[in-house]
């Protein structure tokens, strides 16, 4: 008795749920509030990132888009709860490079391909930084001793083990035709501590991002030798690329896109991309994300699936042959 | 001399000083709810600071901080169950007094003690960032590791009941502290396939249920009600401080100082700082057997000193833009946003914008005052409050707390079976207080030592070669020495009479 009631309500539930849901997208979307998903922990780039376009968002949609910090396990509970969501618009996130990397580590089933990514709407080259005590004034002298020293001689911290910029390191060393593990990786809870360790005397050198090191870059304490990136970044004029330095043609950043279940209706896709597109070429946005230092990075729908789906594959690679990959 | 008008300018406006006003209740509020914290209330705030002015949006993080950080205590005092890991250290103290119809005092000596360990911290802020600063980044990987220790050698040390039950407590805690991912090797352990375990044991929901949850079991357990409370004599909050600070004075110094300087390391926090104060206290003290029974001696030392620490973690975030604890970690974000980059620049490019953030935490500390003071005499009314009524509420608000930290009902399950962990530690006489600071340090000390120990190639003299940690770690093993030295003098005394002796 008391479990039919229970099963009726539940159906009544799922029934009025479904109907709303049809109703909504027959009418206008959105027409209640949207979550938004951020699988890294308040305060981050990644979460201002997200409260930057909330904010944008609701006053481009008209709803309420509130903020949920799902955190923990290297990313996987907040990407696995938004893949999870139901893919009706109203239910969307932020996804990091983090996804083109946690499937080869065998934490879990998900990859990109269970998102639909709306927009590419940030990216930071990963960098090559030391201490300003450190006697290495540019990147050649540095890998020179590198390649003299024997293996494990130098150390670098930035992230956990197998994190981006344990990648970025590994993926450095064999374009130098180094092993990927001939500079010793030394886990970090994030940038920011290992580049305090590093200008403390614990490690050598911090391949994070230049963005997260800006402070003490201004602050004169941290020497920043190179950017992972194609081109000079606007940011930092003087630091040349590692092709420039030393004639590598690796590459990497880690980029921010936004993102919703896989399976969403075109329409509701159509209008979320739109509304990301004005946030993106706001004034708030740019002026925000010069401020903190952060690089622009503007690509919808394929094209962003592209570069995902390109990273994954690059990433894999380099993961397998660090070992990092299950 | 002009900065500084300008920057009073900026602060006694009529819609900053609401806002702080407004953020001080708030505050009060969520930090004296058993299972929302304070860090729970700056990420609370963070959205709403996107539409203020620089000054105001600090304001009200500074101001609901403070008030936070010490209204965790009177959950503590009065029902058991501190709102911080940093009450934690003394809840046993706070609460034995309340017991004993003391609870007016001893939430005074929290208020009034928060806020001297706060005001100290901002003078030390004010005058000395950048010079503290130095001196924190000279610490990595093997000065934390030794600190760690020395914090969890003191949770066991001063934790009432024999060392060896400390030692129990600790080692669950520590335990809880191994699963998930986070850890150095990334390494998924004790998750069994499930994702939400990846994240491994949050903190929050743990301590809740390790607190909240257990007191409640516990009255539902032992079904009659518990003898009244005396009321409390009506010597005032204030009244009896006045003494406690002729009494006490070295120790509220010592506090302040100590809380202050390990709140500028990144890498340690309040809740440190309480537990070492805590010991400190006791080591010192001309009563240590009084500790843990209702003293107020340690409460004064440690109340100062986790307020300290809260101004203290602004030296390396404000100098550096480093963290020094999960609160600043949210505020570096918001000076971002609002174009306070932090850095040693921050000083040069907007001195006005940052005396006005110093006179705000000066305000905030001081309207802690009789802000608190309403909140005291407020919450004493809750032990008028039968507990057949009163237990449910807490309950209700433990399960919001637990779910709202991560807007997943894993927390509330996480809640519940720490729970009945706490209980049943309880009921075995195994202290609480150990497990938690097992649990918020755990990973600090794995970190730390893993890292270390990769850097050195493995060698342990490593942990000695750097001076601030030879320092360390030979204080902390002499601490460990102390009681087995103390027990071979006390033998020989009462050996080294019998053959010497006259007869």
């Excluded at chain 2, 860090?39 to 105001?56: G, N, S």
């Excluded at chain 2, 409370?229 to 509220?252: A, E, M």
């Excluded at chain 2, 918020?440 to 601030?468: C, H, W, Y």
């Amino acid at each position: 008795m008391y479990k039919r009631t229970l099963m009726s309500i539940a159906a009544a539930l799922i029934g009025t749920t479904l109907f709303g849901m049809s109703a909504a997208s027959a009418q206008s979307y959105p027409d209640r509030p949207i979550q938004m998903i951020v699988p890294w922990g308040a305060g981050g780039g990644t979460d201002a990132v997200g409260r930057v376009f909330a904010s944008l968002l609701q006053e481009e949609l008209g709803v309420p888009v509130n903020v949920v910090n799902r955190t923990g396990g290297s990313g996987v509970v907040g990407h696995s709860a938004l893949a999870n969501a139901a893919p009706d618009g109203y239910t969307i996130g932020v996804m990091t490079i983090e996804i083109d990397m946690m499937h080869w580590q065998g934490l879990t089933e998900l990859t990109h391909e269970d998102f639909d990514i709306l927009a590419m709407v940030n990216a930071d080259p990963g960098g090559l930084m030391v201490s300003a005590d450190s006697e290495y004034e540019s990147l050649d002298t540095l890998l020179e001793a590198i390649k003299a020293e024997p293996k494990g001689t130098f150390k670098s911290s930035g992230t956990g083990q197998g994190g981006i910029w344990h990648l970025g390191l590994a993926g450095w060393l064999l374009s130098e035709g180094l092993e990927p593990d001939h500079v010793t990786w030394v886990p970090s809870q994030g940038a920011a501590p290992g580049i305090t360790d590093m200008v403390a005397g614990g490690v050598d050198i911090v391949p994070s991002s230049l963005a997260e090191g800006r402070s003490m870059i201004d602050a004169g304490r941290v020497r920043p030798l190179a950017t992972m990136s194609g081109e000079r970044q606007e940011a930092f004029p003087d630091v040349p690329t590692l092709n420039e330095a030393t004639g590598s043609d690796w590459t990497l950043a880690v980029w921010r896109t936004l993102v919703g279940p896989d399976g969403m209706p075109d329409d509701v896709k159509a209008t979320l991309t739109a509304a990301i597109e004005k946030a993106y070429n706001s004034e708030e946005y740019q002026t925000f994300m010069n401020d903190r230092g952060f690089g622009m990075r503007w690509a919808s729908g394929e094209e962003a699936t592209e570069i995902v789906a390109a990273d994954d594959a690059s990433l894999g690679e380099v993961m397998t042959k660090a070992g990092l990959a299950k | 001399m002009s900065v500084i008008v300008e920057a009073f300018g900026l602060v006694f406006q009529p819609n900053v000083l609401l806002v702080i006003l407004g953020s001080a209740c708030f505050g009060m509020f969520v930090g004296a709810i058993p299972g929302l914290t304070a860090t729970m209330a700056t990420a609370l705030l963070v959205p709403i600071t996107f539409f203020m002015d620089p000054v105001p949006a600090i304001g009200a993080i500074v101001t609901a901080t403070a008030m936070a950080i010490f209204a965790g205590d009177i959950p503590g005092a009065l029902l058991r169950m501190p709102g911080t890991p940093a009450s934690a250290a003394y809840v046993e103290d706070a609460y034995r007094m309340t017991r004993s119809g003391r609870s007016e005092e001893s939430l005074g000596a929290a208020l009034v003690f928060s806020a001297i360990g706060g005001i100290f911290g901002t003078i030390v802020l004010v005058t000395a960032s950048p010079a503290l600063a130095e001196v924190a980044l000279k610490f990595s990987s093997f000065e934390y590791f030794w600190l760690v220790v020395l914090g969890l050698s003191c949770a066991v040390f001063v934790s009432p009941g024999s060392v060896t039950r400390g030692i129990i407590s600790l080692l669950i805690g520590l335990f809880a502290a191994t699963i998930g991912i986070d850890n150095p090797a990334g390494e998924p352990r004790y998750t069994f396939g499930n994702v939400e375990l990846l994240a491994g044991v949050q903190f929050i929901p743990a301590m809740i249920g390790l607190f909240a949850v257990s007191e409640v079991l516990r009255s539902v357990v032992s079904r009659s009600e518990r003898p009244p409370v005396p009321p409390s004599s009506g010597d005032g909050i204030f009244r009896s401080q006045w003494t406690n600070l002729k009494r006490y004075p070295v120790q509220v110094l010592r506090g302040s100082v100590l809380g202050t300087a390990i709140g500028a390391l990144p890498g340690a926090g309040a809740d440190i700082a309480a537990w070492i104060s805590y010991a400190v206290s006791k080591r010192f003290s001309k009563q240590p057997q009084k500790f843990g029974t209702g003293h107020v001696e340690g409460l004064v030392e440690a109340g100062a000193s986790n307020n300290g620490a809260v101004s203290g973690a602004w030296i390396p975030a404000l100098v550096f833009g480093i963290p020094g604890d999960s609160i600043t970690a949210i505020v570096i974000g918001v000076l971002y946003i609002k174009g306070l980059n932090p850095g040693p620049t921050i000083f040069i490019n907007d001195p006005q914008l940052i005396y006005a953030v110093f006179i705000v935490f000066f305000l905030a500390n001081i309207i802690m005052l009789p802000l608190g003071w309403v909140a005291i005499k407020s919450a004493g009314t809750i032990l008028a409050v039968p507990e057949r009524v009163l237990m449910p509420i807490i309950l209700m608000f433990c399960i919001v707390g637990s779910f709202a930290i991560n807007n997943s009902i894993f927390g509330v399950i996480l809640m519940l079976i720490f729970g009945v962990l706490g209980f049943l530690m309880d009921e075995n006489d195994i202290p609480i207080a150990p497990a938690i600071l097992g649990l918020v340090l755990g990973p600090m000390l794995e970190q730390n030592f893993i890292t270390s120990m990769i850097k050195a190639d493995g060698s342990f003299l490593a942990f000695f070669e750097r001076p601030i940690a030879a320092g360390l770690g030979l204080f902390t093993i002499a601490i460990w020495c102390l009681p087995l030295i103390a027990m071979m003098i006390a033998r020989r005394k009462r050996t080294a009479p019998g053959p010497n002796a006259p007869d």
